[in-house]
C-alpha cells in the first residue's frame, strides 16, 4: 500500500480518537460553566441591597450677585499732630483708646501765652475803659470824632490781639477732631514738638467703607442703595452688611473697571482701615434652578449623570424595592454645595448624594441620610 495513504488513514483515526475522547468532556465542562453562571446570577440576586444617601431634587429661587474683592477705608481718618511748636506737658489718652470729639489728647506748655493773654486782656480792658469815655466826651461836645474813632480801633486792636493769643492756646491743646478709636503714641512728656509732629492717627471704624471695582459690563446692573455683604478672614464666620453708597462716574482706561464704594455697618470694630475684603453684591433678580448637591454628579468625558432611586416590583416574591437608574443630565451654574440641573431630571425625584462612582444601574439599594453631610448655599467649613 502506498505510504501516503496509509498516513492519512492514521491521521484520520488518530483525529476521530480525539474527536470521542474530547467530546464528551467539553460536554461536560459547558454544563458545568451553566450551572456556575446560573449560580453567580441567584448569588447576585440574592446579595443585600447597597445602602446610599439620597436627597431629592428640589426648586429653588437663587439669589443672583456680584463677587468681587475689595479694601476697606476708614470713613474719617487723620493722622493728629502739632499745629504749632511746644514741649509736652500733658499726655491725656491711652493708646488705642476710643474718644470722642472735643477730648483733650495732648497739652503743650502754655506758660508764656497764658501771661501773654493776661497783660493782652489788661490792655483790652483799658482800650474800652478809653472808649467809654470818649463816647461820653463826644456826646458833651468836647472831643472831636476823630479821638473817637482812634480810641474805637485801639479797643478793637487789644480785642483782636486777646483772641490771637487764645488761638495760640488753643493750637497748644490738642483734641480729638471727630469719634474715633485712636492708634499709637507717638509722643513722650517733655517731648518738643515742632510744626506738624504726629501725634497718634484718629479713625472712625463704624461705619467703615469698602471700596472695590466692578467690570463696565455690570454698571448697569448696579445703583446706589444696592444691599452688599463683606466677608473677611479677620473675622471669620461673621458677615457684614451694608449698601452702595457711591458710584465713580469714569471707569478706569487700563482695566476698564468702575470703581464702588459702600458703607458697612462695623459695631464691633471687627473690620479695619487697610484689609481686604470679600464684596457679594445682591441683584434684585433671582434664577429659578432645580438644586441637587455637587456630590451627586458623576462627571464624564462622554456626559454627565446622576443615580435617580426608582421603586420597581419584584415579579417573583411581589416586593417593592428601591433600584438606580443612571440618568445623563445637563447642567448650569453652581452655588455653594448645590448645582442647577437644566435637563434631565424632574423635581421630587431622589437622586444618590454620595460615592456615585461605585454605583451602576439596576442595582437595589436603600437610603440611609444618618451621617450625610448637610449642603449649604453659602458653606463655611472649618479650618483644618
Do not use: C
Not at 453567580?40 to 447597597?50: E, F, I, L, R, S
Amino acid at each position: 500500500m502506498n505510504p501516503l495513504v496509509q498516513f492519512v488513514r492514521f491521521v484520520g483515526f488518530l483525529l476521530l480518537a480525539i474527536v470521542l475522547i474530547a467530546g464528551p468532556l467539553a460536554l461536560v465542562k459547558i454544563a458545568e460553566f451553566k450551572k456556575m453562571m446560573e449560580f453567580g446570577q441567584a448569588a447576585a440576586a440574592a446579595m443585600p441591597p447597597t445602602t446610599v444617601t439620597a436627597t431629592e431634587a428640589r426648586q429653588e429661587s437663587w439669589n443672583n450677585s456680584l463677587s468681587a474683592t475689595g479694601s476697606l477705608l476708614a470713613v474719617q481718618g487723620v493722622t493728629v499732630g502739632a499745629e504749632v511748636p511746644g514741649k509736652v506737658v500733658k499726655i491725656n489718652f491711652e493708646a488705642g483708646a476710643a474718644v470722642k470729639a472735643g477730648d483733650l489728647l495732648v497739652q503743650l506748655d502754655t506758660t508764656t501765652e497764658q501771661a501773654q493773654l493776661r497783660a493782652a486782656e489788661a490792655s483790652a480792658a483799658l482800650a474800652k475803659a478809653n472808649l467809654e469815655r470818649a463816647r461820653e466826651l463826644r456826646e458833651n461836645n468836647t472831643n472831636s470824632l476823630a479821638e473817637l474813632d482812634a480810641a474805637d480801633a485801639r479797643a478793637k486792636e487789644a480785642d483782636a490781639q486777646v483772641e490771637a493769643i487764645k488761638a495760640v492756646i488753643a493750637k497748644k491743646t490738642i483734641r480729638a477732631p471727630f469719634d474715633g478709636r485712636l492708634g499709637l503714641r507717638l509722643v513722650n512728656l517733655g517731648q518738643i514738638l515742632r510744626e506738624g509732629d504726629p501725634i497718634s492717627t484718629l479713625q472712625t471704624l463704624d461705619p467703615i467703607y469698602v471700596n472695590f471695582s466692578l467690570p463696565q459690563q455690570r454698571v448697569s446692573q448696579i445703583a446706589p442703595g444696592a444691599v452688599v455683604h463683606v466677608t473677611s478672614d479677620a473675622a471669620p464666620g461673621e458677615s457684614f452688611e451694608g449698601k452702595i453708597t457711591a458710584i465713580s462716574p469714569e471707569v478706569d482706561m487700563a482695566t476698564r473697571n468702575i470703581r464702588v464704594q459702600a458703607t458697612i455697618a462695623n459695631r464691633n470694630e471687627m473690620l479695619r482701615p487697610g484689609m481686604f475684603a470679600n464684596v457679594e453684591v445682591m441683584l434684585p433678580t433671582k434664577t429659578e434652578a432645580l438644586a441637587i448637591p455637587v456630590t451627586a454628579v458623576l462627571y464624564a468625558p462622554y456626559g454627565d449623570s446622576v443615580f435617580v432611586i426608582d421603586e420597581k416590583k419584584d415579579e417573583e416574591s411581589g416586593k417593592v424595592q428601591q433600584v438606580l437608574r443612571q440618568q445623563f443630565v445637563r447642567l448650569g451654574g453652581a452655588r455653594g454645595d448645590f448645582v442647577n440641573v437644566i435637563d434631565g431630571l424632574k423635581p421630587g425625584e431622589q437622586v444618590v448624594t454620595a460615592g456615585v462612582f461605585k454605583l451602576r444601574g439596576g442595582i437595589p439599594v436603600v437610603v440611609d441620610n444618618t451621617l450625610a453631610p448637610p449642603a449649604e448655599l453659602a458653606p463655611k467649613p472649618k479650618d483644618a
